[in-house]
């Protein structure tokens, strides 16, 4: 269950997933695979959010900048890397947009003023950002290594998905929205439809979910 300390934080996550359930190929196909519909759709997602949050691995494969086009307030842009291993070179940090924000185990590899670092616990560091910088949502981007944190933790309240079925990736490495298949979670988590918005033009669909009931086997 999620601690009462966060409950005021809104925590969401949106994925495209291939028909065989993958988020990307075995090699890591970067994003682009999916529609245009689904690519604007993503960006109305960020623009709801206070601050939108990405693994290091989702950041490099997909050269991301996590901004909103045309956005007053920009959400702040938080990266998980637990080696903390940035070249600087990333197009992140040339790219003018939210505040940047770095969860990190490790002293990063690069050290810029306009960038926080953050260490502990991903539940310490979600609620610093409640806290301190003012998110009431936080919306993540993944990629799964990163949501299956959320998972473990039991803070994830929604998920959007995007069924883009006309695609199958194969491929016993190919990491899924809990990454790569068969570790197992202790318990299942159950999840409430919400959505549901068939795009036949794109053979895509559209879905929310909310967090729902309590942990079962
Ligand atoms: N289809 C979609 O909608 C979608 C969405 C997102 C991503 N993707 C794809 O998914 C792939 C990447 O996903 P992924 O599951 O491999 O990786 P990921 O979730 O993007 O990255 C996991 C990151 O979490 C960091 N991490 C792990 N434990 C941590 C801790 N305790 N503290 C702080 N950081 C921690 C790791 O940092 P270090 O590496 O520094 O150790 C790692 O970079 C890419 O191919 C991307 O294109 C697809």
Request: hydrophobic share 35%; net charge neutral; charged share 20%.
């Amino acid at each position: 269950m999620k601690p009462a300390s966060l409950q005021p934080l809104t925590i969401s996550a949106n994925f495209a997933i291939s028909a065989d359930g993958k988020i990307s190929s075995s090699d890591c196909r970067p994003s682009g695979w999916t529609s245009r519909e689904d690519h604007q759709r993503l960006l109305d997602l960020r623009r709801g959010a206070d601050a939108i949050l990405v693994g290091r691995r989702t950041l490099l494969a997909d050269n991301m900048t996590l901004t909103v086009p045309g956005a007053v307030k920009h959400p702040l842009r938080c990266v998980a890397s637990a080696s903390g291993k940035f070249t600087g070179q990333e197009k992140l940090f040339h790219t003018a947009g939210g505040e940047i924000h770095l969860w990190s185990q490790e002293t990063p590899t690069i050290a810029r003023p306009d960038m926080i670092i953050h260490h502990g616990d991903v539940c310490e560091f979600l609620q610093t950002l409640h806290d301190h910088h003012g998110v009431k949502h936080l919306h993540c981007e993944g990629g799964g290594e990163l949501l299956r944190l959320l998972i473990e933790r039991d803070v994830l309240d929604e998920i959007h998905l995007t069924w883009a079925a006309h695609t199958i990736f194969g491929g016993a490495k190919a990491p899924t929205i809990t990454g790569i298949p068969g570790m197992v979670l202790d318990v299942s988590r159950h999840f409430k439809l919400t959505h549901f918005d068939p795009r036949p033009a794109n053979g895509e669909v559209f879905l929310s979910y909310r967090r729902a009931g309590n942990l079962t086997q």
